[in-house]
């Protein structure tokens, strides 16, 4: 096969594919364009005004609080306790 002929095989190639990737490019940004004009409708105007703006839950009054615990026993959970056997510099 002659050399130019390869040449302008390999050349004809490279175009198609720079152009299906452009094609897909140019589809990516139209869909997400899309997306996000569909979403843009989505905002829901927030009023503390309105009945649905807090219903109360019925368990509410029912949470578990956790025990008060002293300074000393959250330090030791949190590994910041100070050891009598460790030797201070």
């Given at each position: 096969m002659d050399l130019m002929a390869l040449?302008?095989?390999v050349l004809v190639v490279a175009i198609f594919i720079?152009?299906?990737?452009?094609v897909e490019t140019s589809l990516r940004i139209w869909r997400w364009r899309q997306q996000k004009a569909a979403m843009r409708g989505n905002w829901v105007k927030l009023d503390p005004a309105s009945p649905l703006a807090h219903q109360p839950d019925?368990?509410?009054?029912?949470?578990?609080?956790?025990?008060?615990?002293?300074?000393?026993?959250?330090?030791?959970?949190n590994g910041h306790?100070?050891?009598?056997?460790?030797?201070?510099?």
């Open positions: 040449r302008y095989i720079f152009l299906w990737a452009a019925d368990n509410d009054d029912q949470e578990e609080q956790p025990p008060e615990q002293d300074l000393h026993h959250r330090a030791q959970q306790h100070s050891s009598e056997s460790k030797k201070r510099h």
